[in-house]
């Protein structure tokens, strides 16, 4: 069935390192993949998607690339913020039928001044 | 502008006692709607989701059971909690054609 598997953490970078976490996924078909941040005691915000093969998400300087050959869809960004500090979840879904949207088990990122 | 509400914010129950968790979406129509649990230090893990009223999967065994009776109101219930029920609460809704979900604020649930 469908499954997402991302980089365990925790992660803890120094500010402005350069940051990747690893998201694959397993799923027949063409899904759509995400990533969503949880600052805490919060629920989930959307940060970036992509709904096709290729495609790049970014958004507040975090880029996520659409690799259907590598069934990945890794989050990067080239200089991190203190206020970056949360847990990143990567998920997928598919537009049609019953749409289930299923979700890695969370990266917890620290990012120190 | 759509608007998802999730209450209560926390909640402090012994073991067992009953459980309702109420979400309620505004300014859509026919959402698909999900529980997700968060136990502490893990992922998200899907409980329930549901593609209209009364049509409503249930992911993993286990001491919950959701409710829709109204097509945007989505109600997680426990007839008798367990200590292994605590996290945190997760409601989401998503548009059928649209992947992306929308959250709620979550509930932090502490059965004791």
């Known amino acids: 069935g469908d499954s997402v598997t991302q980089m ?4 803890t970078l120094s500010e402005e390192a350069f940051l990747t976490i690893n998201c694959t996924y397993t799923a027949t078909g063409y899904p759509s993949l995400f990533w969503y941040v949880q600052y805490p005691g ?31 869809f890794h989050l990067e960004k080239g200089s991190v913020q203190v206020s970056d500090s949360a847990v990143y979840f990567c998920g997928m879904g598919r537009p049609q039928g019953a749409q289930k949207l299923v979700f890695g088990q969370g990266t917890r990122l620290t990012i120190n001044p | ?37 968060q136990a502490a230090g893990r992922g998200l893990q899907l409980l329930f989701y549901s593609i209209g009223i009364d049509q409503i999967s249930s992911e ?7 409710s829709r009776p109204q097509d945007r109101q989505f109600i997680l219930s426990s007839k008798k909690l367990l200590l292994s029920d605590s996290g945190f609460y997760l409601c989401a809704w998503s548009t059928p054609m649209n992947t992306e ?7 932090r649930l502490t059965v004791v």
């Open chain 2, 101 to 107: 979900a929308f959250f709620g604020q979550g509930t």
């Open chain 1, 42 to 72: 919060e629920g989930l915000q959307l940060l970036l998607k992509a709904t096709k093969a290729d495609d790049k998400g970014s958004n507040k300087g975090f880029e996520a690339t659409y690799r259907k050959e590598t069934t990945s």
């Open chain 1, 8 to 11: 365990e953490g925790p992660v």
């Open chain 2, 60 to 66: 993993v065994p286990q001491n919950l059971s959701a």
């Open chain 2, 1 to 37: 502008s759509q608007t998802i509400h999730q209450w209560p914010a926390t909640l402090v129950q012994p073991v067992g006692s009953p459980l309702s968790l109420e979400c309620t979406v505004e300014g859509t129509s026919n959402p698909n709607l999900y529980w997700y649990r």
